[in-house]
Protein backbone atom coordinates (compact mmCIF):
# COMPACT_ATOMS: atom_id res chain seq x y z
CA UNK A 1 0.00 0.00 0.00
CA UNK A 2 1.39 3.50 -1.32
CA UNK A 3 -1.23 5.70 -0.18
CA UNK A 4 -2.65 6.24 -3.27
CA UNK A 5 -5.58 4.33 -4.24
CA UNK A 6 -6.90 3.79 -8.08
CA UNK A 7 -10.92 2.48 -8.51
CA UNK A 8 -11.73 0.58 -10.79
CA UNK A 9 -8.67 -1.31 -11.21
CA UNK A 10 -10.21 -2.49 -14.21
CA UNK A 11 -12.20 -0.98 -17.13
CA UNK A 12 -13.59 -2.21 -20.71
CA UNK A 13 -15.55 0.33 -22.42
CA UNK A 14 -16.85 1.25 -26.34
CA UNK A 15 -15.45 4.08 -28.16
CA UNK A 16 -18.92 5.58 -27.74
CA UNK A 17 -18.78 5.22 -23.63
CA UNK A 18 -18.09 8.15 -21.29
CA UNK A 19 -16.26 6.73 -18.44
CA UNK A 20 -14.31 8.40 -15.46
CA UNK A 21 -11.11 6.91 -13.34
CA UNK A 22 -10.89 7.86 -9.96
CA UNK A 23 -7.70 8.65 -8.12
CA UNK A 24 -7.13 9.38 -3.96
CA UNK A 25 -3.93 10.28 -1.99
CA UNK A 26 -3.84 9.88 1.91
CA UNK A 27 -0.36 11.07 1.81
CA UNK A 28 -1.15 14.72 2.63
CA UNK A 29 0.58 15.44 -1.34
CA UNK A 30 -0.04 18.90 -2.83
CA UNK A 31 1.23 17.36 -6.65
CA UNK A 32 -0.86 14.86 -8.28
CA UNK A 33 -0.01 13.03 -11.96
CA UNK A 34 -1.32 11.03 -14.64
CA UNK A 35 0.73 8.38 -16.72
CA UNK A 36 0.30 6.36 -19.52
CA UNK A 37 1.83 2.92 -19.73
CA UNK A 38 1.17 1.37 -22.98
CA UNK A 39 2.31 -1.98 -23.75
CA UNK A 40 6.00 -2.03 -24.58
CA UNK A 41 6.30 1.41 -24.45
CA UNK A 42 7.88 3.99 -21.75
CA UNK A 43 5.94 5.47 -18.80
CA UNK A 44 4.19 8.90 -20.09
CA UNK A 45 3.03 12.17 -18.29
CA UNK A 46 -0.20 12.82 -19.14
CA UNK A 47 -1.01 15.89 -16.61
CA UNK A 48 0.16 17.39 -13.27
CA UNK A 49 -1.76 19.12 -10.88
CA UNK A 50 -0.02 21.18 -8.38
CA UNK A 51 -2.70 22.82 -5.81
CA UNK A 52 -5.14 21.69 -7.68
CA UNK A 53 -4.16 23.93 -10.25
CA UNK A 54 -2.93 21.70 -13.79
CA UNK A 55 0.42 22.84 -14.25
CA UNK A 56 1.08 20.51 -17.39
CA UNK A 57 -0.72 18.96 -20.13
CA UNK A 58 1.80 17.02 -22.09
CA UNK A 59 0.00 17.52 -25.60
CA UNK A 60 -2.88 14.79 -24.51
CA UNK A 61 -5.74 14.58 -27.15
CA UNK A 62 -8.79 16.25 -25.43
CA UNK A 63 -10.67 13.08 -25.10
CA UNK A 64 -8.73 12.38 -22.12
CA UNK A 65 -10.34 15.29 -19.89
CA UNK A 66 -8.46 15.37 -15.93
CA UNK A 67 -10.06 16.70 -13.04
CA UNK A 68 -8.76 17.83 -9.59
CA UNK A 69 -11.50 19.17 -7.30
CA UNK A 70 -9.32 18.92 -4.33
CA UNK A 71 -5.29 18.14 -3.42
CA UNK A 72 -6.28 14.36 -2.51
CA UNK A 73 -8.47 13.35 -5.51
CA UNK A 74 -7.64 13.77 -9.28
CA UNK A 75 -10.24 12.37 -12.22
CA UNK A 76 -9.52 11.48 -15.70
CA UNK A 77 -12.86 11.44 -17.72
CA UNK A 78 -12.79 9.69 -20.57
CA UNK A 79 -14.82 10.20 -24.09
CA UNK A 80 -14.48 8.37 -27.46
CA UNK A 81 -11.40 6.96 -27.00
CA UNK A 82 -10.14 4.73 -29.29
CA UNK A 83 -8.75 1.22 -29.34
CA UNK A 84 -4.80 2.21 -29.24
CA UNK A 85 -6.00 4.16 -25.86
CA UNK A 86 -5.79 0.70 -24.08
CA UNK A 87 -3.06 0.94 -21.67
CA UNK A 88 -2.73 0.88 -17.85
CA UNK A 89 -3.75 4.74 -16.37
CA UNK A 90 -1.17 5.48 -13.52
CA UNK A 91 -1.92 7.97 -10.69
CA UNK A 92 1.02 9.54 -8.61
CA UNK A 93 1.08 12.00 -5.75
CA UNK A 94 3.92 13.80 -4.16
CA UNK A 95 4.82 16.25 -1.50
CA UNK A 96 5.57 19.18 -4.04
CA UNK A 97 5.76 20.35 -8.04
CA UNK A 98 8.08 22.31 -9.38
CA UNK A 99 10.00 22.64 -5.81
CA UNK A 100 13.64 21.16 -4.60
CA UNK A 101 11.71 19.25 -2.10
CA UNK A 102 12.23 15.95 -1.85
CA UNK A 103 10.20 15.01 -4.42
CA UNK A 104 9.40 11.13 -5.33
CA UNK A 105 6.20 9.92 -6.34
CA UNK A 106 4.10 7.40 -4.80
CA UNK A 107 2.31 5.42 -7.85
CA UNK A 108 -1.03 3.76 -7.11
CA UNK A 109 -2.17 0.52 -8.59
CA UNK A 110 -3.19 1.60 -11.86
CA UNK A 111 -6.48 0.99 -13.60
CA UNK A 112 -5.89 -1.38 -16.39
CA UNK A 113 -8.51 0.35 -19.51
CA UNK A 114 -9.63 -1.74 -22.80
CA UNK A 115 -11.43 0.23 -25.44
CA UNK A 116 -12.84 -2.02 -27.87
CA UNK B 1 16.58 16.15 -22.58
CA UNK B 2 18.08 14.75 -20.99
CA UNK B 3 17.82 10.79 -21.20
CA UNK B 4 19.26 7.59 -19.55
CA UNK B 5 20.06 4.30 -21.11
CA UNK B 6 19.61 0.96 -19.59
CA UNK B 7 20.34 -3.33 -20.67
CA UNK B 8 16.94 -4.21 -21.25
CA UNK B 9 17.57 -6.81 -19.07
CA UNK B 10 19.59 -8.75 -16.37
CA UNK B 11 19.70 -12.23 -14.32
CA UNK B 12 21.24 -11.98 -11.10
CA UNK B 13 21.09 -15.54 -8.59
CA UNK B 14 19.22 -14.88 -5.31
CA UNK B 15 21.44 -14.00 -2.27
CA UNK B 16 24.01 -12.15 -4.86
CA UNK B 17 24.37 -8.25 -5.21
CA UNK B 18 22.20 -6.98 -8.58
CA UNK B 19 24.04 -4.31 -9.84
CA UNK B 20 22.02 -2.16 -12.51
CA UNK B 21 24.00 -0.12 -14.30
CA UNK B 22 22.55 3.52 -16.06
CA UNK B 23 24.21 5.76 -18.39
CA UNK B 24 22.98 9.45 -18.64
CA UNK B 25 25.30 11.07 -20.03
CA UNK B 26 23.65 14.18 -21.44
CA UNK B 27 22.89 15.07 -17.24
CA UNK B 28 23.50 18.35 -16.48
CA UNK B 29 24.62 19.36 -13.03
CA UNK B 30 21.54 20.31 -11.56
CA UNK B 31 19.56 17.33 -12.81
CA UNK B 32 19.03 14.25 -10.27
CA UNK B 33 18.85 10.28 -10.92
CA UNK B 34 16.14 8.64 -9.41
CA UNK B 35 15.30 4.82 -9.07
CA UNK B 36 11.69 3.32 -9.56
CA UNK B 37 10.86 -0.18 -10.28
CA UNK B 38 7.82 -2.37 -11.23
CA UNK B 39 6.65 -4.93 -10.14
CA UNK B 40 4.45 -7.04 -13.01
CA UNK B 41 0.86 -5.11 -12.73
CA UNK B 42 1.96 -2.97 -10.04
CA UNK B 43 2.49 0.76 -10.06
CA UNK B 44 6.01 2.07 -10.36
CA UNK B 45 7.88 2.06 -6.54
CA UNK B 46 10.18 4.49 -5.44
CA UNK B 47 14.11 3.23 -4.80
CA UNK B 48 16.19 5.70 -4.24
CA UNK B 49 17.64 8.92 -5.63
CA UNK B 50 21.00 11.14 -5.78
CA UNK B 51 22.46 14.15 -7.17
CA UNK B 52 26.70 14.22 -6.85
CA UNK B 53 27.06 11.80 -3.78
CA UNK B 54 26.48 8.34 -3.16
CA UNK B 55 23.48 7.19 -1.51
CA UNK B 56 22.65 4.28 0.74
CA UNK B 57 18.59 3.51 2.23
CA UNK B 58 17.36 0.16 3.44
CA UNK B 59 16.52 -1.13 -0.21
CA UNK B 60 19.50 -0.42 -2.07
CA UNK B 61 22.89 1.83 -2.30
CA UNK B 62 23.23 4.43 -5.52
CA UNK B 63 26.67 5.32 -6.78
CA UNK B 64 27.15 7.99 -9.07
CA UNK B 65 30.20 8.29 -11.00
CA UNK B 66 32.20 11.52 -10.69
CA UNK B 67 31.46 12.86 -14.04
CA UNK B 68 27.82 12.06 -12.90
CA UNK B 69 27.53 10.19 -16.45
CA UNK B 70 26.47 7.06 -15.48
CA UNK B 71 25.16 5.44 -12.02
CA UNK B 72 24.60 1.98 -10.55
CA UNK B 73 22.02 0.63 -8.19
CA UNK B 74 23.05 -1.57 -6.45
CA UNK B 75 20.86 -4.24 -4.60
CA UNK B 76 23.20 -5.68 -1.63
CA UNK B 77 21.54 -9.41 -2.04
CA UNK B 78 18.89 -9.52 -4.17
CA UNK B 79 15.30 -11.92 -3.39
CA UNK B 80 13.26 -13.16 -5.83
CA UNK B 81 10.90 -10.62 -4.85
CA UNK B 82 13.31 -8.55 -6.43
CA UNK B 83 12.46 -9.54 -9.85
CA UNK B 84 10.66 -6.46 -11.56
CA UNK B 85 11.32 -3.71 -13.86
CA UNK B 86 14.19 -0.84 -12.84
CA UNK B 87 13.80 2.25 -14.13
CA UNK B 88 16.49 4.76 -14.17
CA UNK B 89 15.00 8.48 -13.84
CA UNK B 90 16.33 11.62 -14.48
CA UNK B 91 14.22 14.63 -13.52
CA UNK B 92 15.21 18.21 -14.22
CA UNK B 93 15.83 20.16 -10.73
CA UNK B 94 13.14 22.25 -10.04
CA UNK B 95 10.58 20.50 -11.82
CA UNK B 96 8.03 17.50 -11.28
CA UNK B 97 9.00 15.78 -15.00
CA UNK B 98 10.42 12.56 -15.24
CA UNK B 99 12.07 11.16 -18.14
CA UNK B 100 11.58 7.11 -18.24
CA UNK B 101 12.99 4.89 -20.29
CA UNK B 102 11.72 1.24 -21.24
CA UNK B 103 13.81 0.19 -18.18
CA UNK B 104 16.12 -3.10 -16.79
CA UNK B 105 13.92 -6.79 -16.66
CA UNK B 106 15.79 -7.74 -13.77
CA UNK B 107 15.02 -11.04 -12.95
CA UNK B 108 16.33 -12.79 -9.50
CA UNK B 109 17.00 -16.49 -10.20
CA UNK B 110 16.47 -19.40 -7.10
Not at chain 1, 12 to 19: A, R, S, Y
Not at chain 1, 32 to 38: C, D, N, P, T, V
Not at chain 2, 38 to 64: C, D, V, W
Request: glycine content about 6%; some cysteine.
Amino acid sequence: ETGVTQTPRHLVMGMTNKKSLKCEQHLGHNAMYWYKQSAKKPLELMFVYNFKEQTENNSVPSRFSPECPNSSHLFLHLHTLQPEDSALYLCASSQGAGTSLLNEQFFGPGTRLTVL
Amino acid sequence: DAKTTQPPSMDCAEGRAANLPCNHSTISGNEYVYWYRQIHSQGPQYIIHGLKNNETNEMASLIITEDRKSSTLILPHATLRDTAVYYCIVRYSGTYKYIFGTGTRLKVLA
